[in-house]
């Protein structure tokens, strides 16, 4: 099970750190990743880490203002956003699949686990 947190309401320009704690498997050997939709949009990538160690994968579209961080000992993943944009406004999910690597799962349909989202919401 995933369950993610974290998500509010926040200016633009601003931060927000989300939170994704996995139970039920071993963590620290799986890829895990963040996903958002906004309304009528496709789900889209925003940030994957490798396990073991810990690799992270961006888009364009976040790097540099999104950083994705692990912590093996609490089965927790997190998404630190900072530089906020309203075009970031979405639901935001974690996921994770059988498998190492943050970069097979920056496609959502390897993503096997989902949690449920966390709202995002950036005001101009």
């Known amino acids: 099970q995933l369950q993610a947190s974290g998500g509010g309401l926040v200016q633009t320009g601003g931060s927000l750190t989300l939170s994704c704690r996995a139970s039920g498997r071993t963590f620290n050997i799986y890829a895990m990743a963040w996903f958002r939709q906004a309304p009528g949009r496709e789900r889209e990538f925003v940030a994957a880490?490798?396990?073991?160690?810990?690799?992270?994968v961006y888009p364009l579209s976040v790097k540099g203002r999104f950083t994705i961080s692990r912590d093996n000992t609490n089965d927790t993943v997190y998404l630190q956003m900072d530089s906020l944009k309203p075009e970031d406004t979405a639901v935001y999910y974690c996921g994770t699949a059988e498998t190492r690597y943050g970069s097979f799962i920056a496609d959502y349909n390897k993503v096997f686990y989902w949690g449920k989202g966390t709202q995002v919401t950036v005001s101009s």
């Open positions: 880490i490798d396990g073991y160690d810990s690799s992270p």
